[in-house]
């Protein structure tokens, strides 16, 4: 039976979403050759709702087989193609039908006043990057993605040092605007304060199904500011935890409290019967920081570019 593609239609979708993309890593061996569960939760209620505000009817593209969902394009930023496919409709969903989905879906207007598109790829995926070579795409200037994996019964570090500050669990509503603060320091280091948008952001953060504030770790200065963080996102069924975010305040940064938040978390998680870890960097300062945590595999997402 040829699949039948459809636009996303109603909520109903997004929890079919979550077990097909729940299947798929598991038929991937775990691997992210396609989206994790926790990454279509965290883009749904935090990067979706928080800052694009994209309606999923528009940019979400299904394919259904047999009263399932094998096959689906979405985006992640503006002007971003995201594939996903069950392997085994691998030969019954075509490639080049996606890509021309996702041109007509999700490219944008750039600043040429000419069409553009990303596409990610898996960077071992030869035939997928020479159909995109065929259409017209050339390898981006932004960086990989480095898909980090760890298994939990590799030794975790019986102590990290913490400096003096504690680590605990992030605190109740109260304690959400200096979490919301300390996000925008680390992440916007270099812009000014008056940026600032608030604290309410994160009340969808704490809407994605999978959150649990035992696993929203802080470390905390003697002074009572947050000083760092790392939230963990574990699946009891595939036995996965992600880390999604992690970051430093650039005040407190060189004083390994990034491995103190992770190891505190990788021991919590460990505890619930997570089986493996996962984690994505892109540039040095976080590949060494993860690297050092154990997590020295890797699968690689490329992006590629068109302009027409």
């Known amino acids: 039976m040829k ?19 729940r299947e798929v890593s598991m038929l991937n061996c775990r691997h992210d050759f396609s989206w994790s569960l926790l990454r279509w939760d965290y883009w749904r209620w935090h990067v979706n709702e928080n800052i694009f505000h994209m309606k999923l009817e528009d940019v979400v593209t ?3 087989a047999n009263g399932q969902i094998v096959a689906m394009v979405n985006p ?15 030969d019954h969903v075509s490639m080049s039908e996606m ?16 069409k553009e598109l990303i596409v990610w790829v898996n960077a071992a995926d030869d035939s997928t990057k020479g159909l995109f070579t065929e259409r017209g795409y050339t390898r981006s200037k932004f960086l990989a993605e480095h898909m980090r994996r760890r298994f939990i019964s590799q030794p975790l570090a019986d102590s990290v040092s913490k400096n003096g500050y504690a ?10 605007p ?16 008056e940026k600032y948008q608030g604290w309410e952001w994160y009340k969808n953060v704490q809407r994605v199904p999978l959150y649990r504030r035992d696993l929203d770790i802080v470390a905390v200065a003697e002074d009572g500011e947050l000083a760092a963080f790392c939230t963990v996102w574990f699946d009891d069924v595939t036995r996965t935890a992600v880390f999604e975010p992690v970051g430093t305040h650039p005040n407190h940064q060189k004083r390994g409290l990034g491995k103190a938040v992770m190891s505190e978390g990788l021991r919590r998680v460990q505890k619930l019967g997570a089986t493996l870890a996962t984690v994505s960097s892109y540039g040095t300062a976080a590949h060494a920081l993860y690297e050092s945590m ?12 068109k302009e027409w």
């Open 3 to 21: 699949p039948i593609q459809r636009s996303y239609q109603t909520e109903e979708d997004y929890w079919c979403i979550r077990e097909f993309l």
């Open 294 to 305: 154990g997590f020295t595999e890797f699968d690689m997402l490329e992006p590629w570019i």
């Open 99 to 114: 890509l021309d989905v996702a041109e007509e879906k999700l490219s944008k207007i750039n600043d040429n006043g000419k």
């Open 62 to 64: 299904l394919w259904d």
């Open 167 to 176: 680590i605990r669990t992030l605190g109740d509503e109260s304690e959400l």
């Open 76 to 90: 992640d930023g503006d002007n971003e193609a995201f594939f996903q496919i069950r392997p085994a409709f691998q």
């Open 178 to 193: 200096a979490r919301s603060w300390l996000s925008w320091k680390v992440f916007h280091p270099d812009e000014p304060d």
